[in-house]
């Protein structure tokens, strides 16, 4: 299981989730058992210990 240090970082991955980078040039979260969307990051940037899609 990922922990949050407060260093800015995680420790650890991220389990049953993926991201990938939508049209819009946002990050979007996904759930990999069943494959719905799950979040949209509107800041920049990548999740923290999440995977990245193909």
Request: no cysteine.
């Amino acid at each position: 299981m990922a922990k949050n240090t407060g260093n800015g970082f995680r420790k650890g991955a991220v389990t049953k989730r993926s991201q990938f980078q939508a049209p819009n040039g946002n990050f979007v979260k996904r759930d990999t058992s069943n494959g719905r969307f799950m979040d949209q990051k509107t800041t920049g940037g990548t999740f923290k210990g999440v995977r990245k899609e193909s």
